[in-house]
């Protein structure tokens, strides 16, 4: 399979996210293109942007179906910018998280899963 035609599969895959806390707002993700390498292994990359309050700490981890994905390996999360008033009302974090889907991933089923902390 084309390295486009699966990171398309992997653009259009369905998140599941689960959120308990209001200290979570939102999360937004972009893949990064790749070219797939000499042994059929793709790099995923992608950027991964969180919008919460408080401690500003990431809250996001992805898995994958079934066993194509490696482990999944997370940057340091940048503080971008946040509420100029003092009162924390929010903040937003950037950071990269790469893995490498195997030669043999067809289509390829990420899965989004919020983790909420309690922030004071």
Known sequence: M???ALLFLLISSVFVQSSRA???Y??????LPTQRNAD??????LISRENGRASCASQVT??????Q????????????????TGNNRWCQTEQEITTELTAEA??????QITFSQVCD
């Open 106 to 111: 067809k289509s390829v089923s990420l899965r």
């Open 22 to 24: 209001v200290d979570f």
């Open 40 to 45: 059929g292994t793709l790099p995923l990359s």
């Open 2 to 4: 084309e390295a486009g």
């Open 26 to 31: 939102g999360h937004s993700a972009t893949f």
């Open 62 to 67: 992805y898995s994958c179906s079934g066993d």
């Open 69 to 84: 994905c490696g482990t999944f390996n997370k940057g340091v999360a940048v503080e971008t910018t946040k509420d100029g």
